[in-house]
C-alpha cells in the first residue's frame, strides 16, 4: 500500500494507525478527580462519565512535563499520554498523594491502544463491537459512536472483556483510539481489516498531523515549552478552574503580558519544488536566525512541503517572508488544511 494510499484512508475511509507509542494510566479512588485538578492545566472536576478533555501537567515555572488526554469512565480516570514518560509521571503522582483517596496504576502494558481514523472510522469500528454483542451502557447517546465528540468514551464488551473506544482528532483527522486488554489486538486488528480499514502508516498519519497543524510532545513541545508558545492553550487550559501547578505562570503571561511569549509554533509553507526540510533547520529572515523548524513533510492536499517550527513572536505574522536551508517560504495559518479534522461517519 502506498503513502498516497494510505492518506487517502485517513481522510476518506478507515485506516488503522499505530498507537503503541501511547502510555495509560488508570486512576481510581472517590478523590481522583479532585487531585488531578490541582495537578493539570484543564477542568478535571468538571469531567462525568463518559467525557474527556486535554490538558498539561506543568512545573511550577509553567514549562510542560507532559500533555495528556483524560477520560472520566464512572468508576476510574484513564489518562493517555506519551509512553517514554508514562511511569515517571505516575511516580510523581504517587509521591503528592497523602491522605487522598487515589491509586494510580500504569497498564500500559496490560492493555493495547488502536488508532481508527478517517470518516468511515465509526462504522469500520461499529462492525466490530456490534457483531453480535450489546454495548455495556446501551443509553440513546452512547449506542453510536459517531455520536461521541471529541474526547468523549465509551465502554463496550468484547469478547468477554471490557474494550473502551476514545474519540480522537490527535493526528488531525477524527477518529477514535481503541483501549483493550493487549491479549486481543491481534483479534481486533484483524476483524478491523475485515470490516475494510487498511493500516495506514506511519508516514501517511505524520503527514495528516502536520498538515492538521496538531504539536506532538517530544517533537514539537518538550520540557522547556509554555503551552502558550504551542497554541494549544485554547484546548488544554481551563481559565475558569481554580490553582493548579504552573497556573500563575501562565495567568501572568495571558493578563499582565496579554498572550505574549518569546516565541510562537507557526506553520511554514514552501514554494515548489523545495524539498522537505529536516527537523532542527533554521528560520531566517533578512539574514536573521529567528527560529527553527520541528516537523515537516511533504503534504499530499497542498502539493508541497510545509513545516512547524517555533519563531520569535516579531515573525509569527501570516504571509511573513522566511528563508530556511535556501528554500524560500512563508508563515501560514495553522491548520494547513482546513478539512484535515474530518467527521466520523454519520
Request: charged share 20%; hydrophobic share 40%.
Amino acid at each position: 500500500m502506498s503513502l498516497l494510499d494510505e492518506y487517502h484512508a485517513l481522510h476518506r475511509g478507515a485506516g488503522i494507525v499505530d498507537r503503541s507509542s501511547r502510555g495509560r494510566l488508570l486512576l481510581t479512588g472517590a478523590d481522583r478527580r479532585a487531585y488531578l485538578q490541582g495537578l493539570l492545566s484543564n477542568d478535571i472536576a468538571a469531567l462525568v462519565p463518559g467525557s474527556g478533555c486535554y490538558a498539561t501537567y506543568l512545573t511550577a515555572q509553567g514549562r510542560m512535563i507532559a500533555d495528556m488526554r483524560v477520560f472520566e469512565m464512572g468508576d476510574a480516570l484513564l489518562v493517555d499520554l506519551d509512553g517514554t514518560i508514562t511511569q515517571a509521571v505516575a511516580d510523581r503522582w504517587d509521591q503528592f498523594i497523602f491522605s487522598e483517596d487515589v491509586q494510580v496504576e500504569n497498564v500500559s502494558a496490560s492493555t493495547a491502544e488502536i488508532g481508527v481514523y478517517g470518516p468511515g472510522a465509526a462504522e469500520v469500528i461499529e462492525a466490530v463491537l456490534y457483531s453480535g454483542r450489546t454495548p455495556r451502557e446501551p443509553s440513546p447517546d452512547r449506542s453510536r459512536l459517531a455520536s461521541l465528540p471529541v474526547y468523549g468514551i465509551g465502554r463496550w464488551d468484547f469478547r468477554g472483556v471490557p474494550v473502551f473506544v476514545l474519540s480522537s482528532d490527535d493526528i488531525g483527522v477524527r477518529g477514535f483510539d481503541i483501549v483493550l486488554p493487549v491479549t486481543h489486538t491481534g483479534a481486533v486488528v484483524s476483524l478491523l481489516r475485515v470490516a475494510g480499514a487498511i493500516e495506514a502508516g506511519g508516514d501517511a498519519a505524520e503527514v495528516c498531523r502536520v498538515e492538521g497543524g496538531r504539536p506532538l510532545f517530544h517533537a514539537d513541545m518538550d520540557e522547556g515549552t509554555i503551552p502558550l508558545e504551542a497554541g494549544i492553550e485554547d484546548r488544554a487550559i481551563s481559565l475558569t478552574k481554580g490553582c493548579y501547578v504552573g497556573q500563575e505562570i501562565i495567568i501572568r503571561v495571558l493578563h499582565r503580558g496579554h498572550g505574549r511569549v518569546a516565541r510562537k509554533l507557526v506553520g511554514i509553507t514552501f514554494d515548489p519544488p523545495a524539498t522537505v526540510p529536516a527537523r532542527g533547520e533554521r528560520i531566517l529572515t533578512g539574514g536573521r536566525d529567528v527560529g527553527s523548524i520541528t516537523s515537516a513533510v511533504q503534504s499530499v492536499a497542498l502539493a508541497r512541503p510545509v513545516a512547524l517550527g517555533y519563531v520569535h513572536r516579531d515573525f509569527a505574522q501570516p504571509g511573513t517572508a522566511v528563508d530556511v536551508g535556501g528554500r524560500d517560504a512563508r508563515v501560514a495559518v495553522l491548520p494547513f488544511v482546513q478539512h484535515a479534522v474530518s467527521t466520523t461517519a454519520q
